[in-house]
């Protein structure tokens, strides 16, 4: 029709016409044309005129009547027009395909699409974009799968907006879509978190809800508030114990399978099997307070996770152990359960948080998990031992007096004079049970006794205990224990107080700041003001104590302080090795000689220092580590060491991958963290640094000549940071 209306000539614009009445266009509709294609002379009414057509196999240009475009504004191309505007063009091709699709490929209307194309590109010779397309098709494409893509993320510690940054620079540079979008990360990690899998209880855990779709939570839930309560100012986020212990079994599944292959079991038995979880619950010193609304919360955090140590299923009348963790002090496999803003020390607020997590996890004891592995319904059961404590938080949560009471030891009821006078010869007494019984004691006083009696009747023990713990020694605070008892006494004997123990405050300083100075030019060692396990680690040495030495005149005193630092380093393998008997057991044979030398060395040589008294992890390594050894196997596997690890950790997800707000912050570095200890993130993340170590190059699209590293793109996202 051009810009003139064909009637009177007047110039018109398309925007000029309005739609006719309803009335006029159904007797449009209604008018009947003849077919123009040749072999067919059927009269079709002017609205099913464009359906006639396209059921045509063969169509000839310029013979058939159709909508022509002759003016106005041009027809515009297929792939330059809105998604909108697409839809409405292929609206009837869209139509015929899904009918094809129904009728003959079951519905599969991408799979009809995905074929024409890949027939289309094959038709025209573009064979290798066929290819890609054909490996998109059989799931095998050039694209990095999410989960690979999220386990770079996390482990690379990148933002949200780091790692999208990275896939529209890689996007962009080699055409392709090599690492998934957002969208598709957050899919792949919903099934890594608690709350996706369903399960059930047999019988039902008290007082838990039996909704499993449970994700985060907040640490409050649940707390009845009360004016006259102690006002608990602590932002606090969890997951439920019972759906946190589904999800690390179904993160776990291939090794549980794959552990009852290694031992030649039947992998459709169904259990029951037993799981043995390490406890572990640390403070995380300062932590600076971050904006936003919410309570004045203390600048301290305290984390509560655990560790699956072993899986074991009863076969016959034997156990098989089908899994047992390798490194079971990383940070890789000790899984965050609740991280919460308050002071360790603060008792309240701890056993207001922590309650509710204990009660999920006594109601499990008197339980069977039923979970569905390897398509199999399979039935589970739950070990606790809440070994991975520091001397601190153990007499918090055990209700016991502080480190520095007349009752020296967590294990036994010795005091802190029958420890001095006895270095060796103590069994371990205590037990969570016999805590409770004298804390009622203690709070009841039955005998009417006076409160020195009443104390010396109850041991130390002076709250009510709420956590149950294995009793049992911490091999990574033990180190830093006895390290800063061994760097006292190198300053004792620089200063030569066996000599003259009259000395003010003002010389013991000078010894520490000669041995400091001494330290930091022979060993390299910088003081620090609170020991640390890296610290330890390097003092307990022979080249630091001929290092100390040269500050020794006395050859005497030289040769029972080098006796004593190696009769030390003999016995510490034997309670830091994971498993002793395999590791030394020369030295697991040797242990009890060489802790009785190790005694008689501290009762003469340094008797000027231990005359009536004895440290806390003195006592605990000269009397108790045989006989945790034989009842447990290992003191060192069920050590503190991943929690402690997981504070660093803490501190880079709270300051790269949380919201800046209080109120958020522990929802993020929970999740992360979690995700992090991903038994499942890490295959891909070990094959990532494989391939990483091998030099690997991503490349690009044919026409580039150039390859675009992987971790280029990562470590310059991150260098920017």
């Given at each position: 029709?051009?810009?003139?209306?064909?009637?009177?000539?007047?110039?018109?614009?398309?925007?000029?016409?309005?739609?006719?009445?309803?009335?006029?266009?159904?007797?449009?509709?209604?008018?009947?044309?003849?077919?123009?294609?040749?072999?067919?002379?059927?009269?079709?009414?002017?609205?099913?005129?464009?359906q006639h057509l396209s059921g045509?196999?063969?169509?000839?240009?310029?013979?058939?009547?159709?909508?022509?475009?002759?003016?106005?504004?041009?027809?515009?191309?297929?792939?330059?027009?809105?998604?909108?505007?697409?839809?409405?063009?292929?609206?009837?091709?869209?139509?015929?395909?899904?009918?094809?699709?129904?009728?003959?490929?079951?519905?599969?209307?991408?799979?009809?699409?995905?074929?024409?194309?890949?027939?289309?590109?094959?038709?025209?010779?573009?064979?290798?974009?066929?290819?890609?397309?054909?490996?998109?098709?059989?799931?095998?494409?050039?694209?990095?799968?999410?989960?690979?893509?999220?386990?770079?993320?996390?482990?690379?510690?990148?933002?949200?907006?780091?790692?999208?940054?990275?896939?529209?620079?890689?996007?962009?540079?080699?055409?392709?879509?090599?690492?998934?979008?957002?969208?598709?990360?957050?899919?792949?990690?919903?099934?890594?978190?608690?709350?996706?899998?369903?399960?059930?209880?047999?019988?039902?855990?008290?007082?838990?809800?039996?909704?499993?779709?449970?994700?985060?939570?907040?640490?409050?839930?649940?707390?009845?508030?009360?004016?006259?309560?102690?006002?608990?100012?602590?932002?606090?986020?969890?997951?439920?114990?019972?759906?946190?212990?589904?999800?690390?079994?179904?993160?776990?599944?291939?090794?549980?399978?794959?552990?009852?292959?290694?031992?030649?079991?039947?992998?459709?038995?169904?259990?029951?099997?037993?799981?043995?979880?390490?406890?572990?619950?640390?403070?995380?010193?300062?932590?600076?307070?971050?904006?936003?609304?919410?309570?004045?919360?203390?600048?301290?955090?305290?984390?509560?996770?655990?560790?699956?140590?072993?899986?074991?299923?009863?076969?016959?009348?034997?156990?098989?152990?089908?899994?047992?963790?390798?490194?079971?002090?990383?940070?890789?496999?000790?899984?965050?359960?609740?991280?919460?803003?308050?002071?360790?020390?603060?008792?309240?607020?701890?056993?207001?948080?922590?309650?509710?997590?204990?009660?999920?996890?006594?109601?499990?004891?008197?339980?069977?998990?039923?979970?569905?592995?390897?398509?199999?319904?399979?039935?589970?059961?739950?070990?606790?031992?809440?070994?991975?404590?520091?001397?601190?938080?153990?007499?918090?949560?055990?209700?016991?007096?502080?480190?520095?009471?007349?009752?020296?030891?967590?294990?036994?009821?010795?005091?802190?004079?029958?420890?001095?006078?006895?270095?060796?010869?103590?069994?371990?007494?205590?037990?969570?049970?016999?805590?409770?019984?004298?804390?009622?004691?203690?709070?009841?006083?039955?005998?009417?006794?006076?409160?020195?009696?009443?104390?010396?009747?109850?041991?130390?023990?002076?709250?009510?205990?709420?956590?149950?713990?294995?009793?049992?020694?911490?091999?990574?605070?033990?180190?830093?224990?006895?390290?800063?008892?061994?760097?006292?006494?190198?300053?004792?004997?620089?200063?030569?107080?066996y000599k003259n123990p009259d000395?003010?405050?003002?010389?013991?300083?000078?010894?520490?700041?000669?041995?400091?100075?001494?330290?930091?030019?022979?060993?390299?060692?910088?003081?620090?003001?609170?020991?640390?396990?890296?610290?330890?680690?390097?003092?307990?040495?022979?080249?630091?104590?001929?290092?100390?030495?040269?500050?020794?005149?006395?050859?005497?005193?030289?040769?029972?302080?080098?006796?004593?630092?190696?009769?030390?380093?003999?016995?510490?393998?034997?309670?830091?090795?994971?498993?002793?008997?395999?590791?030394?057991?020369?030295?697991?044979?040797?242990?009890?000689?060489?802790?009785?030398?190790?005694?008689?060395?501290?009762?003469?040589?340094?008797?000027?220092?231990?005359?009536?008294?004895?440290?806390?992890?003195?006592?605990?390594?000269?009397?108790?580590?045989?006989?945790?050894?034989?009842?447990?196997?290992?003191?060192?596997?069920?050590?503190?060491?991943?929690?402690?690890?997981?504070?660093?950790?803490?501190?880079?997800?709270?300051?790269?991958?949380?919201?800046?707000?209080?109120?958020?912050?522990?929802?993020?570095?929970?999740?992360?963290?979690?995700?992090y200890t991903s038994k499942y993130?890490?295959?891909?993340?070990?094959?990532?640094?494989?391939?990483?170590?091998?030099?690997?190059?991503?490349?690009?699209?044919?026409?580039?000549?150039?390859?675009?590293?992987?971790?280029?793109?990562?470590?310059?996202?991150?260098?920017?940071?």
């Open positions: 029709m051009g810009s003139y209306c064909p009637s009177c000539w007047y110039p018109c614009f398309p925007t000029d016409l309005v739609t006719p009445v309803k009335s006029f266009l159904n007797i449009l509709d209604n008018l009947s044309i003849r077919c123009p294609v040749k072999e067919c002379d059927e009269e079709i009414s002017h609205g099913k005129y464009g045509h196999k063969e169509m000839k240009e310029g013979e058939v009547y159709s909508y022509i475009n002759k003016g106005g504004r041009p027809r515009q191309h297929l792939l330059s027009l809105t998604r909108r505007a697409q839809k409405h063009r292929l609206r009837e091709l869209k139509r015929q395909v899904k009918a094809f699709a129904e009728k003959e490929e079951g519905g599969d209307i991408k799979a009809v699409c995905m074929t024409l194309f890949l027939l289309a590109l094959r038709a025209k010779n573009e064979h290798k974009q066929a290819d890609e397309l054909e490996a998109i098709m059989q799931g095998r494409g050039s694209g990095l799968h999410p989960a690979v893509c999220l386990a770079i993320r996390i482990n690379t510690f990148l933002s949200c907006s780091q790692y999208h940054k990275m896939y529209r620079t890689v996007k962009a540079v080699t055409g392709r879509q090599i690492f998934q979008p957002l969208h598709a990360l957050r899919t792949a990690e919903k099934a890594l978190l608690p709350g996706y899998h369903p399960f059930e209880w047999k019988p039902p855990l008290k007082n838990v809800s039996t909704n499993t779709e449970v994700g985060i939570i907040d640490g409050l839930s649940g707390l009845p508030l009360s004016i006259d309560d102690y006002p608990v100012n602590t932002i606090a986020k969890r997951f439920r114990y019972d759906a946190a212990l589904v999800c690390a079994l179904k993160d776990m599944e291939e090794e549980i399978l794959e552990g009852m292959k290694t031992k030649n079991l039947d992998d459709y038995l169904n259990g029951p099997f037993t799981v043995v979880v390490k406890e572990s619950c640390d403070g995380m010193g300062d932590v600076s307070e971050k904006h936003g609304s919410g309570p004045a919360v203390p600048e301290k955090a305290v984390r509560f996770s655990f560790t699956v140590m072993n899986i074991s299923i009863a076969h016959g009348n034997e156990s098989k152990r089908i899994f047992e963790e390798v490194k079971p002090n990383s940070e890789l496999c000790c899984k965050p359960l609740c991280l919460m803003l308050a002071d360790e020390s603060d008792h309240e607020t701890l056993t207001a948080i922590l309650s509710p997590l204990i009660a999920e996890r006594e109601a499990m004891k008197n339980s069977e998990l039923l979970l569905e592995m390897g398509g199999i319904l399979r039935t589970f059961r739950f070990v606790f031992r809440g070994t991975g404590y520091d001397e601190k938080l153990l007499r918090e949560v055990e209700g016991l007096e502080a480190s520095g009471s007349t009752y020296i030891c967590t294990l036994c009821d010795a005091t802190r004079l029958e420890a001095s006078q006895n270095l060796v010869f103590h069994s371990i007494t205590r037990s969570h049970a016999e805590n409770l019984e004298r804390y009622e004691i203690w709070r009841s006083n039955p005998y009417h006794e006076s409160v020195d009696e009443l104390r010396d009747r109850v041991k130390g023990v002076s709250a009510k205990p709420f956590i149950e713990t294995v009793p049992s020694i911490d091999a990574l605070h033990c180190d830093i224990g006895n390290a800063t008892e061994f760097y006292r006494i190198f300053q004792m004997e620089i200063g030569e107080l000395v003010s405050k003002e010389e013991r300083k000078r010894w520490q700041l000669t041995l400091d100075k001494h330290l930091r030019k022979k060993m390299n060692l910088k003081p620090m003001l609170k020991m640390s396990g890296n610290f330890a680690r390097k003092l307990m040495s022979k080249e630091t104590v001929e290092a100390v030495c040269e500050l020794i005149k006395c050859e005497e005193r030289h040769e029972a302080l080098k006796e004593l630092m190696d009769l030390y380093l003999k016995m510490k393998p034997v309670w830091r090795s994971s498993c002793p008997a395999k590791e030394c057991p020369e030295l697991l044979c040797q242990y009890s000689f060489n802790s009785q030398r190790f005694a008689e060395l501290l009762s003469t040589k340094f008797k000027y220092r231990y005359e009536g008294k004895i440290t806390n992890y003195f006592h605990k390594t000269l009397a108790h580590v045989p006989e945790i050894i034989e009842r447990d196997g290992s003191i060192g596997a069920w050590a503190s060491e991943g929690n402690e690890s997981g504070n660093k950790l803490f501190r880079r997800f709270r300051k790269m991958n949380a919201r800046q707000s209080k109120v958020y912050e522990m929802e993020d570095v929970l999740k992360h963290h979690w995700l993130l890490q295959k891909f993340m070990n094959a990532h640094k494989t391939l990483k170590s091998q030099n690997f190059t991503i490349d690009s699209v044919g026409s580039l000549d150039d390859s675009l590293p992987l971790e280029a793109l990562e470590n310059n996202d991150s260098a920017e940071l």
